[in-house]
């Protein structure tokens, strides 16, 4: 049987996602896995939505982190998106426990547009 940690019952993002990641942690992903959260948690959804308590995350909020992280110009369009990936499995765990009612970082609604890049085809011969 396996006892999870008990998480407040209105956590700031800071906790509930520290226990998130705890929980991964437990759970024995890869070092790379683990690398990449800690990268899009600690070095972008962090400093954003540390303070904010898990109802805070509102669509309009989602879309003021995306505003920053376009202003900043540090990150691609796929790069933010790949934090807001983040975000959604955070915010999916909080819908389980009831501290959200909607996972609003969720599917394409919140995401940026991205190109893919051109692939070269080799011509037949004719």
Do not use: C
């Not at 906790?15 to 024995?28: D, L, M, P, V």
């Amino acid at each position: 049987m396996v006892i999870e940690p008990e998480v407040e019952e209105n956590p700031t993002f800071h906790q509930f996602a520290s226990e998130w990641y705890a929980k991964r942690e437990r759970e024995g992903l890869r070092p790379r896995t683990l690398e990449y959260l800690k990268w899009a948690l600690s070095d972008h959804l962090l400093p954003h939505f540390r303070d904010h308590l898990m109802p805070e995350i509102t669509a309009q909020a989602i879309d003021r982190y995306t505003a920053a992280k376009l202003g900043e110009g540090r990150l691609s369009n796929g790069s933010v998106n790949k934090t807001l990936e983040v975000l959604a499995t955070v915010l999916e765990l909080a819908v389980e426990y009831g501290h959200v009612e909607l996972n609003l970082a969720k599917g394409p609604r919140r995401r940026l547009p991205t190109t893919r890049p051109q692939r070269m085809h080799l011509e037949q011969p004719r």
